[in-house]
């Protein structure tokens, strides 16, 4: 490490045009290691914006690093980063250990190093049996899988990975997830994109939410919904009173809404002041009220972005 | 160097050869490439055929080379024919419509085995005398070099560098694999030099195949004697220099080609504005003549394929005869040019990025 930001991909005020159209624009952003997820529509900037972080596109102003590196060293760069691409192209007529083990020939490691570290990275991603087929022949979950296979093959520090999870079967999705979680575990940055928020939510450690090319908001989700006033917090709190709780909750000023749900058996409370809220259900437990379950109902990905970005957003 | 550079251009050349001698859309180059030798093939069955049928018109038709050109006009068709007999095709028919009649004319040919000779008879006397040989080596090597020059280095090789070199990025960028490379930690240089020596492999080896087979078809219809009395003179050293010349052009052609493909989406464009720079060459400064490869590579063909007096203006513009520097200084001066274009083009692929969307 050679400065304090030397753990971190940081954006200084980033700007992307293509031309008169806006990629990304004043994007500054210190992502730390572990899983940060990049949510936002289509053309919302997540592409573009892993496509600056891993040098394969250049800023039009701004300045990035990664982990003190600069994406116009592709030299150093690419040895602490693997980027899985949202492209399916690769060189043709290759079986998938020879797509990998030819990158990391690039790289300058010998055939040995290359059939050694690309049999362990295809192992890992449990593509053994399909090793020695074509690349062409892949399903699109198989390549996907090979693509992930090439990103970590050279064990690298900063993962870049753009809607990995397209494709793949559920069982292969909670294997990658694992794999996803076990890399961050490490210490390193595994930098998700998604569209599926549900997913989204599962797996990060933070979002940053994308719109038209801004970022709306970043860090953790939970942080994340409680800076966002204008949209009461909602509580799902299960109790074998929930009348009663109802009634006694709806007495706060900060409690807006209290609403039977799930066939009575739980309360949907909206507050405008979470700390206020739970400082009084506290009081209300204390003093006799059974309360089996509480749970935050609306800090999910999918509330949050609907709330700043609308419903464009989270469909 | 680097041994990791090395390994690294090993590596993309090792990925590139492949996609340069086997692509699919880069078929054509071949057909560029071999055309000009099924044209000298064809040429070659020709001349074979035609010398089998001399031969076979002097057993029916015997006569002396020495009587043949003992004939001079205003011979009488009389005389003709008893000096030489019966020709062995005559065409007999009347012409013009004048005072004193029609004339009558009579076309009689002759062949001593080798060449053909043909007496036009008009009104009982030979009045035109031609002498059309059978082909010979300094005739096929002058054919050749025109060929070579005129058409095999400025639009065989020159088109088939644009095909392979130009793709050597923009193929890349239109099959939205480019990322693949540039996801590796090499320095954008060395991956230029990776694919431009690929590029260049390929190059050499398909177009000096493509001379070596034409002056093979040129040569396959001469008899053994007067190939190894060809090989025995300057034989050896044409064909060397053929050779080195064509894989100079890939080696000029190829920088060329390799930077506009990374500078312009549309090869045809920048191909069109090097070829009639190319053409224009002889007209041009002499200091601004050494900025063209056919400059260099015209002063290295062993034989100079001058414009006929008789050329038409507009093929004239296609002729360079600038004033040739000698050959070390030529090569050197190529390989000076070679280094000058691909040092610009690693410049602009440190700032290359991939932009599949608009391609």
């Known amino acids: 490490m050679t400065s304090a930001n030397g753990g971190r991909v940081t954006f200084d005020n980033v700007s992307r045009f293509y031309g008169e159209v806006l990629g990304v624009n004043r ?126 093959a050279h064990d690298p520090q900063v993962l870049v990975l753009d809607e990995p999870l397209n494709g793949l079967d559920p069982l292969v999705r909670a294997e990658t997830i694992a794999l996803f979680r076990e890399l961050a575990a ?36 939970q942080g994340v919904r409680g800076e966002i006033q204008e949209h009461p917090m909602q509580v799902l709190i299960r109790s074998s009173r929930c009348s009663a709780l109802a009634s006694k909750l709806f007495e706060f ?40 379950g509480v ?3 609306d800090d999910t990905v999918n509330s949050v972005y609907e709330y700043l970005i609308g419903e464009e957003g989270s469909r | 160097m680097n041994p990791v550079w090395i390994s690294q251009i090993a590596s993309v050349m090792r ?14 180059i071949y057909l560029l490439a071999i055309g000009p030798a099924f044209l000298y093939l064809i040429h070659a069955i020709d001349v074979t055929r035609d010398h089998e049928h001399r031969q076979a018109m002097l057993k029916s038709h015997p006569v002396d080379t020495l009587v043949l050109r003992a004939i001079r006009p205003g011979t009488s ?9 019966e020709p062995y095709q005559k065409f007999e028919y009347r012409r013009g419509r004048r005072a004193a009649g029609p004339q009558e004319v009579t076309i009689n040919r002759y062949t001593d085995g080798e060449s053909d000779f043909t007496f036009t008879v008009v009104d009982g006397f030979v009045r035109g005398i031609n002498e059309q040989d059978r082909c010979n080596v300094t005739k ?50 060395i991956l230029l030099a990776g694919k431009y020596l690929a590029g260049l492999s390929a190059a050499a080896v398909i177009f000096t195949a493509g001379t070596a087979l034409q002056i093979a078809a040129l040569s396959w219809h001469f008899e053994p004697g007067q190939v190894a009395a060809y090989m025995h003179g300057s034989g050896w050293h044409d064909i060397a220099s053929y050779l080195g010349v064509t894989a100079l052009a890939c080696v000029g052609y190829g920088s060329i080609f390799v930077a506009t493909g990374l500078l312009f989406r549309n090869p045809i464009l920048p191909a069109t504005a090097v070829m009639l720079w190319e053409a224009a060459n002889p007209f041009l400064p002499a200091a601004l003549k050494k900025v063209s490869v056919i400059f260099y590579l015209q002063s290295l063909c062993p034989t100079v394929a001058a414009p006929e007096s008789d050329t038409p203006a507009l093929l004239r513009l296609l002729i360079s005869t600038a004033e040739a520097p000698p050959a070390w200084l030529a090569i050197l001066g190529l390989f000076a040019l070679t280094a000058l274009v691909l040092a610009a083009a690693s410049l602009r692929a440190r700032r290359l990025e991939i932009n599949y969307g608009t391609e």
């Not at chain 1, 192209?89 to 797509?99: E, K, N, V």
């Not at chain 1, 050694?116 to 390549?143: C, H, N, P, Q, W």
């Not at chain 1, 799930?262 to 809220?277: M, P, Y």
């Not at chain 1, 400082?279 to 059974?290: C, K, P, S, T, V």
Request: glycine share 8%.
């Open chain 1, 27 to 152: 994007v500054t952003l210190s992502i730390p290691p572990g899983i940060t997820s990049l949510v936002g529509p289509n053309g919302s900037g997540k592409t573009t914006l892993m496509n600056l972080m891993s040098g394969l596109v250049h800023p039009t102003r701004g300045q990035i690093r990664v982990l003190d590196i600069s994406p116009n060293d592709p030299e150093r760069l690419c040895r602490v980063l693997g980027y899985s691409t949202q492209f399916d192209s690769f060189p043709r007529g290759l079986t998938g250990h020879q797509l990998v083990s030819s990158f990391l020939r690039l790289f300058g490691y010998d055939d040995d190093a290359c059939n050694r570290l690309a049999g362990a990275a295809i192992e890992r991603l449990r593509m053994t049996e399909a090793t020695d087929r074509k690349v062409a022949a892949y399903s699109k979950g198989m390549r996907q899988r090979i693509k992930l296979a090439m990103a970590i």
């Open chain 1, 295 to 297: 749970a935050p109902a």
């Open chain 1, 186 to 221: 490490q210490g390193r940055h595994v930098i998700v994109s998604s569209h599926v928020l549900h997913e989204v939510d599962q797996i990060s450690d933070q979002v940053i939410l994308l719109s038209n090319g801004y970022v709306v908001a970043e860090g953790k989700i």
């Open chain 1, 253 to 292: 000023d900060h409690v807006v809404e209290a609403r039977l749900v799930e066939a009575g058996s739980a309360v949907l409370i909206k507050t405008r002041d979470a700390d206020r809220f739970y400082r009084a259900l506290n009081h209300l437990a204390l003093n006799g009220i059974d309360i089996e």
């Open chain 2, 140 to 189: 096929d090597s002058a054919i050749f070099a025109t060929v070579f020059q005129f058409f095999y280095l400025r639009l065989a090789v020159f088109f088939g560098c644009v095909g392979i070199f130009s793709n050597l990025f923009r193929g890349e960028m239109l099959d939205k694999s480019l990322h693949f490379y540039l996801l590796a930690p090499m320095r954008r240089e």
């Open chain 2, 15 to 28: 990925l590139e050869l492949k996609k340069s001698f086997f692509a699919r859309r880069g078929l054509w």
């Open chain 2, 77 to 85: 068709e009389e005389e003709l024919t008893a000096d030489l007999g």
